[in-house]
């Protein structure tokens, strides 16, 4: 799947232009460092077009998106396009569009939302409009179920999507797609490879702050299965566990275009989208894996090596600050490696109510201490 701003590039390329420039030194819409996209994205919502130049523009960049000194060619605002001669304008661009696939937020459990749940879906659904548009185009992102209520609490422009007030399955039949890709994080199979040629992907238009909506993403595959259409339940999954992958509906349909658009394997993807606080998540899960047990002079410590910081942020986004928070909730001690075996060594192992323990006497544990 093509980037929009190199479907661009493609067709000013077929047209002979190699460069183009700006007249102002902001495009409409966000910055989001890729200006052949912002520029291409300006074109197709109609805020301007490519013109030809009576004299150059000297905020200029190639079709690889690099800083070139001018250009003969620049996107002019609409208000003033008609002074100059349009050489690709929003329907040159919409004409070469290709077919790719709907991202689908499925609005079907709006209802079960309490009020300020419906604002974090409503702004998610507005920080997805911003996320398709840094990959492909608005009109690829759907909305589904949309209704007034919706509506008045959605603060991005619905008519630069496509907002449906139907059910997904009558959408899908309308569009004449049969197959779909539903992500959910109880699916049994991760998403793979093979799965990225599905008509559509499904995201669940769901915030579940109270817990309470465990399950609901699997109650849209229903919905679907019922009116005939074939769906793959999928999960994404880091290493195994949904656990450190972010649940926020924008996060996974990021995740989703950097595998699709950027060709990214999945774990790259989800880790560029990752907060630390995902990543906490789920080194909180990791570490007691990974625990010894102590006992020095009859108190209980339970230690992991220093060195996994390292090994985990690797493929977690855990700064050293949040190495240090999640021991200190899960009541951790980490020693450098070598003491550990140290520790080991002039340790006597026991086996205390049913556990393993390394145990020590206070006089050799004052190294312990020392390192704590
Ligand atoms: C906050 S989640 C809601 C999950 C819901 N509580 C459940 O148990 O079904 C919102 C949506 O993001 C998507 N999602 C979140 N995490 C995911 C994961 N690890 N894999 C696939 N989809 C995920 C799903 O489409 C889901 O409906």
Known sequence: MKKLGKIF????????????????KRVPGRDSGDKLQEIATAVLEGYGA?????????????????????????????SIAGKFEPVLTSEDLKSVLPDYPYFIIDLMHWGLHSRKEKIKVALQSAQSYGVIRDYLWGERLALTWVNGEFKALS?????????????????????????????????????????????????????DTSGKKKGTTARIGEALENAGIRVRRRKIALRGDIVGVPDRINMILD?????LVEGKPAEKAILEVQAPLQARWRLRKE?????????????KFLVVERELFDEYSEWLNIRWEDFVKVLK?????????????????????????GRAYYVILLKKAAMMCYNC
Request: charged share 30%; with cysteine; proline share 4%.
């Open 255 to 259: 995740i989703m275009l950097r595998i």
């Open 155 to 207: 603060n991005f422009p619905l008519d630069k999507i496509t907002a449906y007030e139907g059910s997904t399955a009558e959408f899908l039949k309308e569009k004449g797609i049969e197959d779909v890709v539903l992500l959910d994080p109880r699916a049994e199979k991760e998403l793979g490879q093979d799965d990225l040629n599905a008509g559509a992907f499904v995201i669940g238009g769901i915030v």
């Open 9 to 24: 590039a493609e067709l000013l390329a077929e047209r002979g232009i190699q460069k183009i420039g700006s007249l102002s």
């Open 50 to 78: 490519i013109c030809r130049l009576k004299k150059p523009a000297y905020i200029a960049w190639d079709l690889e998106g690099n800083p070139v000194h001018w250009a003969e060619y620049a996107f002019v605002h609409s």
């Open 329 to 353: 909730e899960l009541d951790f001690v980490a020693l450098e490696r070598r003491r550990i075996h140290h520790l080991k060594k002039i340790s006597v192992p026991r086996i205390i109510n």
């Open 287 to 299: 570490l007691p894996r990974r625990k010894t047990r102590f006992m020095v002079n009859g108190k």
